[in-house]
């Protein structure tokens, strides 16, 4: 399971396998590439330290070449997990960030960490 500590940013992106800090933009410090070979990314879990509160949220999102995919979920009130049982196909040497969202009263400074499958089909 990776994490990262949210900043003051509603919206960054994070290198989904080494998390080291994230940014408003798909930077080459905030990607991975995926193996040459295609693959299918499932079973998401994520949780955080500080649930939102209210009708705040917190989500997370898989991208894959820049895109949004269906891998994703969002916490919201007082939960502090989410998970997602949706499966999505990664094509050969595919660009992977992991999108992070907050609505504006949820509060920056939690941590969030994630986990996910990466295999082949």
Request: charged content about 10%; some cysteine; overall charge neutral.
């Amino acid at each position: 399971m990776l994490g990262l500590l949210i900043g003051s940013d509603t919206l960054d992106y994070v290198n989904p396998t080494w998390p080291n800090g994230a940014d408003i933009t798909e930077s080459a410090g905030t990607v991975a590439y995926s193996p040459n070979a295609t693959m299918v990314a499932r079973d998401l879990y994520v949780a955080t330290n500080v649930a939102p509160g209210g009708v705040d949220s917190r989500a997370v999102t898989l991208r894959v070449n820049h895109v949004d995919t269906a891998l994703g979920c969002t916490i919201t009130g007082t939960a502090t997990t989410c998970t997602s049982g949706a499966t999505v196909t990664v094509p050969p040497g595919s660009i992977l960030s992991m999108k992070l969202q907050r609505s504006v009263g949820a509060s920056a400074g939690a941590a969030l960490y994630w986990g996910f499958r990466l295999t082949t089909p």
